[in-house]
């Protein structure tokens, strides 16, 4: 039977047993999901008095509202959460120890600030709009925790490959966007596909200062009494659409993963050997002739 270093292949009686408990765990979730389904049933989650109202052309067009507030909500915490991320993550890597020490104490205190409390300080205390404030806390926190997501990805390349660039005379913002960041994306692209996960999942706060989210237009639908307080069905709408979304933001990271590594630029970067009488940036030229 042939081996591997981690990994040793299953014999017959190996293959038996998992074949066992794949099925085993297969009953298992089968009747968990048949024991739910039944409980629904039971309990009147499918009648027709809690499902007719989302028929009702008001109902989804506060859906669909709630559902563009969310992803208005979303964008903009993302867009600036990224640039935030980038700039303080350029603070903590800045060779000027101020700028260093400044950038890590704005990192470790918005980090470790809770989101919820950064939302209603900035709305009760600041009086901002909803939006503005859910958008103001989602940046704060996300950006903090994607600056050591960045910071952690350049520091993460071959201290060779700075040295190489620094050695033809690069700049520092040059070895920065043309050699490290480069490389560095594909190491950071599952952290930060992650943390706009989170970011998108945070929206759900903006209905706790009134704004008008997905989550929001479900608790307004789910506590009708006029509808029979359609929790469940709510929930059972809700729930998927957040997931589907979830899930595209997971697929937009494979498809970006695969066309950096199709892309030659992430693989290394390869210089060319100058030139004889070619003079490289930041080098004196010397006496000719």
Request: proline share 6%; glycine share 8%.
């Amino acid at each position: 039977m042939t081996t591997t270093t981690l990994y040793d292949i299953p014999g017959p009686r190996t293959r038996q047993r998992h074949r066992f408990y794949g099925l085993a765990s297969t009953v298992v979730i089968l009747a968990l999901i048949a024991w739910i389904i039944y409980l629904l049933f039971s309990t009147g989650q499918f009648t027709a008095a809690k499902w007719t109202p989302f028929l009702y052309k008001g109902i989804q067009e506060l859906l669909l509202t709630g559902l563009a507030n969310t992803l208005r909500a979303f964008g903009l915490a993302a867009v600036l959460s990224l640039a935030l991320g980038a700039v303080l993550a350029t603070g903590r890597l800045s060779v000027h120890r101020v700028v260093r020490w400044v950038s890590t104490l704005l990192v470790e205190f918005f980090r470790a600030m809770p989101v919820l409390v950064m939302i209603f300080f900035i709305y009760v205390a600041l009086q901002a709009q909803p939006l503005t404030a859910l958008v103001a806390g989602l940046t704060l926190y996300n950006g903090s925790v994607l600056a050591e997501v960045f910071r952690t990805g350049v520091n993460s390349v071959d201290r060779g490959q700075r040295e190489a660039a620094y050695a033809l005379g690069m700049r520092k913002t040059q070895v920065m966007t043309h050699v490290l960041v480069p490389q560095a994306v594909r190491a950071m692209l599952p952290a930060i596909i992650s943390q706009l996960v989170v970011a998108l999942k945070d929206t759900s706060l903006g209905y706790l200062i009134t704004y008008e989210e997905f989550l929001h237009a479900g608790k307004l639908i789910a506590s009708n009494l006029d509808y029979g307080l359609p929790f469940i069905p709510v929930v059972m709408i809700i729930s998927p659409i957040y997931i589907g979304m979830c899930m595209l933001l997971s697929w937009l990271a494979n498809w970006v993963a695969k066309r950096q590594r199709r892309n030659p630029k992430v693989k290394g970067v390869e210089v060319a050997p100058p030139e004889p009488e070619t003079v490289l940036p930041g080098m004196p030229q010397g006496p000719k002739g």
